[in-house]
């Protein structure tokens, strides 16, 4: 180990892992994994959405993957919450339909899988140390970089530290996670021989059976819900594919009799009674003798990155929302694309202060977003769940508008800069968009909170006295490569063909579509004089117009009536955070209300093209 790199990075899952081969890829930094266990290992997480094939394919680990015998690949999820048949969806479902080409993603053995992307990184050039578990991270006395402590007494200095250390406290900022909900949840589980492909299930409305393309089984019941993964394993020296079958549900359900989940005895006759579920399991044993459990994951640090003090969180280490939907690996991997192209750029020298702070920005605040979004919109879906089972404790205590630890200045903020998750909502809706759900679950009744603004036609609109605006470059967040908006028409048809083509075959087809790695994008940032780094509404150029509004605003009061007949969807939405951040002066007012008018359809597409 040497006494310095550029960036040092605690934690040698996927998301650590990822980041190191990222760096590497990119060039002309340093860096160092350290890792307190030995690989393999046994983790959750064993299905993942299909936003993480990009990211793998970028890394350069995907082909490795491929070759493994450690996954199956996935394209959608069966969900049996409410009423007689299931719901269900592809990946990206309403593009998979159109264009006729899958978007899909992969069920694993994590023991396996997470080894062969610390192993990548390591061929990519970063040093990567096994059993070194980290002690302590201070700023150094200098200022321009970090100390970090080990457990057996070596030390490293770091020009950047990054910790992808998973669901614990942050070893850099001294405190306890806040809940990112008011629930608690415990998940149990084990693998299983003899269990049958979710894909056989009878009926109509299984999309899945044809092709024998593999999804993930999500089964609600009385006391929460279950999952259902095919994940290849080595038994006694074979190559086998079990399942790997767990249930979500509230530790205080296991202290009511006949619920104890952790007694492997009791876990198997409550999955065999579920629906849909127990007509694929009325044969299996387990591989163990015990229950794994993971339990209070539900949790976010209010701050993801510090640029003086030196230091970024990555994956779980900033936040998890729920199992539901397997969002976390690639989450934490689009986060690692993120945090390359924030220190590729802040170490190479070219960008201002001013500038790279604003990047540092926008992956705190942009990622804040996604979690808070995410989470109520998982929030809507149990609350949606919860009203067809009112003897439930599990699904009353759950989805209910006050659920979140949030404040409502924290949900707006996150509502107006980024979209209900796609494949959620098609699930949930069976394709009616944001009209199909429930108007007074957590998510719509934000949502609605966060539109309700209206002006009268006479009122007049000026830029508050102490706004500034200035022009830069930003991180593309999410930035999903190979995306393709709700909305067709945001994308040209070349550009949508491409897409198409790269889903195919990702890895002959990497050139087919933009790199997500190192993608800076041109922005607008209104911010108050006294607090740039504090409050601060972005705008990408060409999404939501904000050099335009800004060249009208800056002129002086405009009449509301006037301003609004020239606004596209992305300029309504612009002017709601900029309401909703105080930046906007009004001024008088009288006569006929007139609203900021965003349907939810070119809200919700305007936001995904993000």
């Known amino acids: 180990m040497r006494s310095y790199y550029d960036v040092v990075v605690m934690g040698g899952g996927p998301g650590g892992a990822t980041l190191a081969a990222l760096l590497m890829k990119q060039g002309g930094l340093s860096v160092a994994v350290l890792e307190k266990e030995h690989?393999?290992?046994?983790?959750?997480?064993?299905?993942?959405?299909?936003?993480?094939?990009?990211?793998?394919?970028?890394?350069?680990?995907?082909?490795?993957?491929?070759a493994s015998n450690c996954w199956v690949k996935k394209f959608g999820g069966i969900f049996q919450w409410r009423g007689e048949e299931p719901h269900v969806a592809f990946f990206d479902h309403s593009n998979t339909v159109r264009d006729g080409v899958h978007r899909w993603a992969m069920h694993v053995n994590r023991a396996e899988f997470d080894k062969i992307l610390l192993d990548h990184a390591k061929d990519c050039g970063a040093e990567v140390f096994e059993g070194a578990a980290v002690a302590s991270c201070t700023l150094a006395e200098d200022g321009g970089s970090r100390e970090v402590v080990l457990k057996d007494g070596r030390s490293v200095r770091a020009g950047y530290f990054v910790d992808a250390s998973g669901r614990r406290?942050?070893?850099?900022?001294?405190?306890?996670?806040?809940?990112?909900?008011?629930?608690?949840?415990?998940?149990?589980?084990?693998?299983?021989?003899?269990?049958?492909?979710?894909?056989?299930?009878?009926?109509?409305?299984?999309?899945?059976?044809?092709?024998?393309?593999?999804?993930?089984?999500?089964?609600?019941?009385?006391?929460?819900?279950?999952?259902?993964?095919?994940?290849?394993?080595?038994i006694d020296g074979e190559r086998k594919v079990t399942h790997s079958i767990g249930i979500v549900t509230d530790p205080d359900i296991l202290k009511q009799p006949g619920s104890d989940f952790t007694d492997p005895e009791v876990f198997l006759r409550t999955v065999k009674e579920?629906?849909?579920?127990?007509?694929?399991?009325?044969?299996?044993?387990?591989?163990?003798?015990?229950?794994?459990?993971?339990?209070?994951?539900?949790?976010?640090?209010?701050?993801?990155?510090?640029?003086?003090?030196?230091?970024?969180?990555?994956?779980?280490?900033?936040?998890?929302?729920?199992?539901?939907?397997?969002?976390?690996?690639?989450?934490?991997?689009?986060?690692?694309?993120?945090?390359?192209?924030?220190?590729?750029?802040?170490?190479?020298?070219?960008?201002?202060?001013?500038?790279?702070?604003?990047?540092?920005?926008?992956?705190?605040?942009?990622?804040?977003?996604?979690?808070?979004?995410?989470?109520?919109?998982?929030?809507?879906?149990?609350?949606?769940?919860?009203?067809?089972?009112?003897?439930?404790?599990?699904?009353?205590?759950?989805?209910?508008?006050?659920?979140?630890?949030?404040?409502?200045?924290?949900?707006?903020?996150?509502?107006?800069?980024?979209?209900?998750?796609?494949?959620?909502?098609?699930?949930?809706?069976?394709?009616?968009?944001?009209?199909?759900?429930?108007?007074?679950g957590p998510f719509m009744s934000e949502y609605a909170r966060a539109q309700d603004i209206s002006l009268t036609e006479d009122t007049k609109v000026s830029l508050a006295d102490d706004v500034v605006v200035t022009a830069g470059p930003g991180l593309d967040i999410p930035g999903f490569k190979g995306a393709i908006p709700p909305d067709p028409s945001l994308m040209a048809a070349e550009e949508r063909a491409a897409a198409a083509a790269y889903w195919d075959d990702p890895v002959r087809r990497s050139d087919s579509v933009p790199a997500a790695l190192g993608r800076l994008v041109p922005c607008h940032r209104f911010s108050r004089g006294d607090q740039p780094d504090r409050t601060q509404v972005r705008s990408v150029d060409g999404r939501d117009g904000g050099a335009e509004l800004w060249n009208l605003l800056r002129r002086g009061p405009v009449l509301w009536s006037h301003l609004v007949a020239d606004l596209d969807p992305g300029q309504q939405l612009l002017v709601r955070r900029l309401l909703h951040a105080g930046m906007l002066k009004l001024d008088g007012g009288s006569g006929a209300s007139v609203s900021v008018s965003v349907s939810a359809d070119s809200g919700s597409a305007a936001d995904e093209a993000r």
Request: aromatic fraction near 12%; include cysteine.
């Open 39 to 66: 690989f393999p290992r046994e983790h959750i997480g064993e299905s993942f959405a299909h936003p993480l094939i990009p990211v793998l394919e970028e890394s350069g680990a995907l082909e490795k993957v491929l």
């Open 169 to 234: 406290n942050s070893i850099v900022t001294n405190k306890k996670r806040d809940w990112l909900s008011g629930y608690r949840n415990i998940a149990i589980w084990q693998h299983y021989l003899g269990g049958v492909f979710t894909q056989t299930l009878d009926g109509d409305w299984n999309i899945f059976r044809d092709g024998a393309m593999s999804p993930i089984g999500c089964f609600a019941f009385r006391d929460g819900w279950c999952w259902y993964i095919p994940v290849p394993k080595i």
């Open 274 to 440: 579920v629906p849909k579920l127990r007509e694929l399991i009325q044969d299996v044993t387990p591989v163990g003798d015990r229950m794994l459990t993971a339990t209070n994951y539900s949790m976010i640090n209010d701050k993801f990155a510090d640029f003086d003090e030196r230091w970024l969180l990555l994956g779980d280490a900033s936040y998890f929302v729920d199992p539901l939907f397997s969002s976390g690996v690639a989450f934490a991997t689009n986060q690692a694309v993120a945090v390359a192209t924030l220190l590729g750029s802040t170490a190479g020298g070219t960008l201002s202060e001013q500038d790279q702070r604003g990047l540092w920005h926008d992956y705190d605040h942009e990622w804040h977003g996604m979690a808070v979004t995410f989470a109520l919109s998982i929030d809507q879906w149990y609350y949606a769940i919860g009203s067809d089972n009112p003897d439930s404790v599990y699904w009353n205590s759950r989805g209910k508008p006050e659920s979140l630890g949030l404040s409502h200045e924290q949900t707006f903020d996150a509502l107006l800069n980024t979209a209900f998750t796609p494949d959620l909502l098609e699930v949930m809706t069976a394709g009616e968009g944001l009209n199909g759900l429930d108007i007074e």
